[in-house]
């Protein structure tokens, strides 16, 4: 029997392990271990309770304004007792977050193998995602198992001198939890409320946005609701004390715009299916709402899931207000802009990557 851990921290990375916990736990040749390390605390827990996951170890790292040297130390402080008295296989890490990046340190030091799901994406500029880029390539140095999104994110891994033996193509585990969460029955208030209205769904919380590239991009969202009276935005603001400051100076007091609480990942989903545009600078819904046919602006002047650009079911409109405006005007004013986009599909698999990365370890 082959023993099992998997670690993550934060809500996306969550959204995207859990399918897998459940999809290895259905497995008799697996014993699972789950540790979480609280590097979000409420955001988390809300998607464990979705998906009905206990971990087995829970480091509740998480303390007010932390920073990311104290969520890196924290956690390798902490791990390694666990990792030492668990002796597991191999450790299974998500993405690009500090949690993930801390977690694959503290298995090189133990000579643990690690399984980076999500692996292979790239700006290559280290400060865009930041930290998250720096995170993934470091992972991806002391990975020894590559589970690749797309065959783009397989090509990045060659380049860089991984041995093809060792990536493998499963597509993003992102969709499979869509599979599970999404529901032709669902109801809310809010989107009663938006209901005879384009809803917009917005979201912008990055680290690299914050101050006044975030105050543009929300100054374009209330240019957007003041030119286009059948548009209704929903913004699930971000924790983040600094986010809330700006979006509260800028967004505050425009009747057809909410701030609300972050949604758990039920509720979000469930509003992303139900929404006419998505406005994102997120990595996970950028390859979510292309499976609900959803066109997608991303946020930023970058992007590591290109994939989505080419295929039309993205489009980057950079972090000036002109720019997405006009953006996301062109595609409230364009029909067919928006059809095509809206029928662009989904690159970034099928639903069923947590089975074939099971596959692939129990083998």
């Known amino acids: 029997m082959k023993n099992i851990m998997l670690v993550f921290g934060t809500r ?15 497995r008799n040749e697996a014993r699972v271990c789950v540790c979480v390390t609280g590097q979000h605390k409420s955001m988390l827990k809300q998607v464990l309770e979705a998906f009905s996951i206990n971990p087995d170890y829970d480091l509740s790292i998480m303390k007010e304004k932390q920073t990311l040297f104290e969520i890196t130390v924290s956690i390798l402080n902490n791990i390694r007792v666990i990792l030492e008295k668990e002796k597991p296989d191999v450790v299974l890490v998500h993405g690009d977050t500090s949690t993930a990046f801390a977690c694959a340190l503290a ?50 891994l060659l380049r860089e001198g991984k041995k093809s033996s060792a990536i493998f193509v499963t597509g993003n585990t992102g969709i499979d939890a869509l599979k599970t969460t999404v529901r032709e029955d669902y109801n809310h208030d809010l989107l009663k409320w938006s209901s005879g209205s384009r809803l917009i769904l917005l ?15 929300f100054q374009a969202v209330r240019r957007i609701t003041e030119d286009y009276p059948d548009v209704k935005v929903i913004y699930p603001i971000h924790l983040n004390p600094l986010v809330r400051e700006i979006a509260g100076s800028v967004l505050a007091g425009e009747e057809r715009i909410r701030l609300i609480e972050p949604l758990d990942v039920v509720d ?26 959803i066109p997608v602006v991303v946020l930023r002047t970058t992007t590591e899931r290109p994939e989505g650009i080419e295929s039309g079911a993205l489009v980057l409109a950079g972090i000036g207000e002109k720019s997405i405006y006009d953006c996301v ?28 990365i099971a596959d692939i370890l129990l083998r």
């Open 203 to 217: 979201t912008a919380h990055r680290r690299e946005n914050l101050g006044d590239p975030m105050r543009q991009i």
């Open 329 to 356: 005007s062109g595609l409230l004013s364009d029909k067919d802009l928006y059809e095509r986009m809206s029928r662009a599909g989904n690159p970034y698999g099928d639903g069923k990557a947590s089975g074939r």
């Open 268 to 293: 979000f989903h469930n509003f992303l299916a139900r929404a006419a545009l998505i406005l994102t600078d997120s990595g996970g819904i950028q390859e979510e709402a292309p499976g609900l046919g």
């Open 107 to 156: 298995c090189f030091y133990l000579h643990i193998p690690v399984g980076h799901v999500e692996a292979g994406l790239r700006t290559y500029d280290l400060y865009s995602p930041y930290p998250e880029e720096f995170n993934r390539q470091a992972i991806g140095i002391m990975a020894e198992y590559h589970f690749a999104p797309t065959e783009k994110a397989r090509e990045n």
């Open 12 to 26: 996306p990375e969550a959204v995207k392990m859990c399918p897998l916990v459940k999809e290895l736990k259905r």
